[in-house]
């Protein structure tokens, strides 16, 4: 299964953006999908997960309310829609495939990653 990631880029404080990831396989339609981010000399964080229905969503305290996680019914194609971005929220976003339909924070819990897109929020 390969994900590509798009939608990443520079914006300015209180800006948004909306990356997309899809996935190469149907079958990934069947399981949860989650999007991770990485900033420089930082461990990948946990950012947000959605279930394979898209009826089971979860995010990280530091974005709630602000980031939106979400996928159409049966899609294997994943939205994460950020607003009220600040320049913390500055890392390299991966998304991922989780190997069941309901997945959390763990990273364990995901086993295909995209390459990663860039997002840069400046103040």
């Known amino acids: 299964v390969q994900l590509q990631a798009s939608g990443g880029g520079l914006v300015q404080a209180g800006g948004s953006l909306r990356l997309s990831c899809a996935a190469s396989?149907?079958?990934?339609?069947?399981?949860?999908m989650g999007w991770f981010r990485q900033a420089p000399g930082k461990e990948r964080d946990f950012v947000a997960s959605?279930?394979?229905?898209?009826?089971?969503?979860s995010y990280a305290e530091s974005v709630k309310g602000r980031f939106t996680i979400s996928r159409e019914y049966g899609s294997s194609t994943v939205y994460l829609q950020m607003d009220s971005l600040k320049p913390e929220d500055t890392a390299v976003y991966y998304c991922?495939?989780?190997?069941?339909?309901?997945?959390?924070?763990?990273?364990?819990?995901?086993?295909?990653w995209g390459q990663g897109t860039q997002v840069t929020v400046s103040s």
């Open positions: 991922a495939t989780a190997r069941r339909a309901v997945a959390g924070a763990g990273a364990d819990e995901y086993s295909y």
């Open positions: 959605i279930g394979w229905n898209g009826g089971y969503t």
């Open positions: 396989r149907r079958t990934s339609s069947n399981n949860a």
